[in-house]
């Protein structure tokens, strides 16, 4: 099955992609960007999530399920962020964080 | 070395390549794309772990749908040939190093840290199980997140809904405000 291939390289690969993701939160000004950078950090939580019930509770199945809901949760908030973005696209023509500073129109 | 660790870091280099180009490129459709490719290297990884469904639906759902949106939604609010102004190079690298020593400091604990294998057999996850335990009441059954999670979509498609549709006086503050 997965032989020769230890728990650790999947934990730290899913590091590597979470930290990717905080990076691009962090210096991204665009909101979907924004929102792609989430999709990486919720991706690799979902890779951790695997790679411990495959390799440390390979009899229960704990962690795919919550893997699931949270591939759900992921995308009904992408859903619900863009069309957010699409309104204040509208209202501001500009998805610039730095430019959308008001809040009531 | 086997075809698997052959797989393994063909799938993981893609994975971490992709996506540190996702966070970096200067244009936001290449962005998506990046991030495409990393999510079909993901779908791969869960092949590789035996998840079959679970790739499936990191295919059809991430790949297929939240990409699709995604670019849709570049395409309707910006010129496809636009490139970002470069934030100062303060915020980048003190925001690299942030992330860079948040890496080093899990990286190092997880290779600290002790995995204790267990001995119980592999079970083998096939629909029949997933349905089951999706709708089952006992021990091993889910049916509670799974409603949480399909009143959670029912709000979600329904918010989705009502923010998009309204289509209220734009107000600008100035005209050529995306044009730079």
Redo the contacts between chains.
């Keep these: 099955?997965?032989?020769?291939?230890p728990?650790?390289?999947?934990?730290?690969?899913a590091?590597?992609?979470?930290?990717?993701?905080?990076?691009?939160f962090?210096?991204?000004?665009?909101l979907?960007?924004i929102?792609?950078?989430v999709?990486?950090i919720l991706?690799s939580v979902?890779?951790n999530f695997?790679?411990f019930n495959?390799?440390?509770?390979?009899?229960?199945?704990e962690g795919?399920?919550f893997?699931?809901?949270v591939?759900?949760?992921?995308?009904?908030?992408?859903?619900?962020a863009?069309?957010?973005?699409?309104?204040i696209?509208?209202?501001?023509?500009?998805?610039?964080v730095e430019?959308v500073n008001e809040m009531k129109? | 070395?086997?075809a698997?660790?052959i797989m393994?870091i063909l799938f993981?280099s893609m994975?971490?390549v992709f996506?540190?180009l996702?966070?970096?490129s200067h244009k936001?459709l290449r962005?998506?794309v990046y991030?495409l490719f990393?999510?079909v290297s993901?779908s791969a990884?869960?092949f590789?772990?035996?998840?079959q469904?679970?790739a499936a639906?990191?295919l059809t759902?991430?790949a297929g749908?939240?990409v699709v949106?995604?670019i849709f939604?570049?395409l309707?609010?910006?010129q496809i040939s636009q490139s970002?102004e470069s934030?100062g190079w303060k915020?980048?690298i003190f925001?690299?190093l942030?992330?860079?020593a948040?890496?080093i400091l899990?990286?190092v604990t997880?290779?600290d840290y002790k995995?204790?294998?267990?001995s119980?057999?592999?079970?083998e996850?096939d629909m029949r199980?997933?349905g089951k335990?999706?709708l089952s009441v006992d021990y091993?059954g889910?049916v509670l997140?799974f409603e949480v999670?399909s009143i959670?979509?029912l709000?979600?498609?329904v918010?989705?809904?009502v923010?998009?549709k309204?289509?209220?006086p734009?107000?600008?503050?100035s005209?050529n405000?995306?044009q730079k």
Excluded at chain 1, 54 to 61: I, Q, S, T
Excluded at chain 2, 170 to 173: A, C, D, E, I, P
């Design positions: 099955m997965n032989s020769g291939i728990l650790q390289y999947f934990l730290i690969l590091t590597i992609m979470f930290f990717a993701g905080i990076y691009g962090l210096t991204r000004r665009n979907i960007t929102l792609m950078s999709e990486l991706n979902n890779i695997l790679a495959r390799y440390l509770y390979p009899h229960k199945l795919m399920f893997s699931i809901f591939i759900a949760v992921a995308a009904s908030e992408a859903a619900v863009i069309a957010i973005i699409i309104n696209y509208r209202r501001f023509t500009t998805i610039n430019d129109f | 070395m086997t698997n660790q393994f993981a994975i971490i996506s540190i996702t966070v970096t936001i962005a998506a991030l990393v999510l993901t990884l869960y590789m772990l035996n998840y469904f679970l639906i990191q759902l991430y749908g939240i949106l995604i939604s570049i309707l609010t910006s970002f934030l915020k980048n925001s690299a942030a992330a860079i948040g890496a899990s990286i997880i290779l995995f204790s294998a267990t119980e057999a592999a079970k996850v199980l997933i335990s999706l091993d889910y997140p999670i959670l979509l709000a979600a498609m918010s989705g809904i923010i998009a309204k289509a209220g734009s107000k600008t503050k005209p405000y995306n």
